[in-house]
């Protein structure tokens, strides 16, 4: 049986930071992808809330370091490979008030699926149904009405997000609100 949660939770005060590859080596240590772009400041993290299929418990870290952009974590009392191996796709994750403060403009991406877009008019457009990274800037995927659209997340079209009233607004540009431009 996999550690894997069959559906993603949200949890109100808490963010997914990584996600259980399977375990390293034979004495417990946990190998974690890390879901930020800053995996070194999570180094000295005390502990984690980690998400199985049937749990949300509460482990401390004995010890965690980075190699090869993956974090190598012992929890207290993980002490096996076979119990290691229990989390496999589980989720670490922290309360909020831990998290690396953001930068003006920045937001977590959690965050803003389930958000409101409505255009610079008020029209309402649809709900954020997932966030794309493309490489060069993210993609908003908005449903609304039994079809899609993609918001580019760029200055001159997304104009302002306001994660805690779930709210983006955006300036469309032609032919992005088209019907034959949806899924």
């Not at 965690?64 to 989390?87: D, M, P």
């Not at 909020?96 to 403060?101: A, F, N, V």
């Not at 908003?140 to 779930?166: K, N």
């Amino acid at each position: 049986m996999s550690g894997a949660p069959r559906h993603i939770r949200n949890y109100p005060d808490l963010t997914w930071l990584g996600t259980v590859l399977g375990a390293h080596g034979m004495n417990g240590e946990i190998k974690v992808r890390p879901e930020t772009d800053d995996p070194e400041y999570y180094l000295e993290t005390p502990a984690f809330f980690v998400e199985t299929a049937t749990s949300l418990n509460h482990l401390d870290v004995e010890e965690i370091h980075l190699q090869k952009g993956q974090w190598l974590v012992a929890f207290a009392g993980v002490t096996s490979r076979v119990e290691a191996e229990a989390f496999k796709n589980a989720r670490l994750l922290l309360p909020d008030e831990q998290l690396k403060p953001l930068a003006p403009g920045e937001h977590f991406q959690h965050r803003i699926q389930g958000c409101q877009v409505a255009s610079t008019t008020g029209e309402p457009l649809g709900t954020i149904s997932r966030v794309i990274e493309t490489g060069a800037n993210d993609v908003y995927e908005v449903r609304h009405e039994g079809r899609a659209f993609l918001v580019p997340v760029v200055p001159h079209i997304v104009i302002s997000v306001d994660t805690e009233a779930q709210k983006v607004v955006i300036d469309p540009i032609p032919g992005l609100l088209d019907e034959e431009s949806g899924k």
